[in-house]
């Protein structure tokens, strides 16, 4: 999935794209800014609201305020989706380690299964680079508000929030997973 690649290269490129936009004026954001933030933005949110819609007709309005922790979490995830991508094309095969793989104990009904961690967490940079990544853009956050740049602040936030959220919960994984294995 190039998308995470190309996100991540964005996550790179778009601080410095504010430093450049500093000196421009309202009307300039308007012609260049906002055409670029309608395409980008709003077919995703589009895409998420019907899937919300369609997925649970009677609650879709009201997924809809999980819509910015859910945008921050896919842009918290370019890292590791941008190593897994390029492991992929370059035919390296490896095991998918975010979430915890368990393996439930046979003969325990469902209410009562034990369950054992099948695998031991292993130790990643990625982490690492996704809280690198969350101190850019707590640098970009503070830039933007000594800087006056308004409209940008939520989106900043959202890349924050994504980046510390996924190193922090990366973190909290591994050394729990190392901890409680085998």
Known sequence: NLAYVMMLCLSLMLPFALELRVDHGLRETMLIDLPFFLGATVSVIVFYAFSQFESSPGNG????????????????????????????????????????KWAAEAGHGFAAKALKPTYRGSKS??????????????????????????????????????????????????????????
């Open 61 to 100: 309005v009201r997924r809809l305020r999980y819509l910015p922790a859910v945008l921050g979490l896919g842009i918290g995830l370019a890292i590791n989706n941008t190593k897994a991508t390029f492991e992929a094309l370059f035919g390296h095969e490896s095991p998918f380690v975010r979430t915890p």
């Open 125 to 182: 940079l990625v982490a690492l680079f996704e809280l690198a990544f969350a101190a850019y853009y707590i640098h970009t956050l503070w830039y933007c508000i000594e800087e006056g740049l308004w409209f940008a602040i939520p989106f900043m936030f959202l890349f924050t929030w994504g980046f510390l959220y996924t190193g922090i919960l990366s973190l909290f994984q591994s050394a729990w997973l190392r901890r409680s294995a085998p």
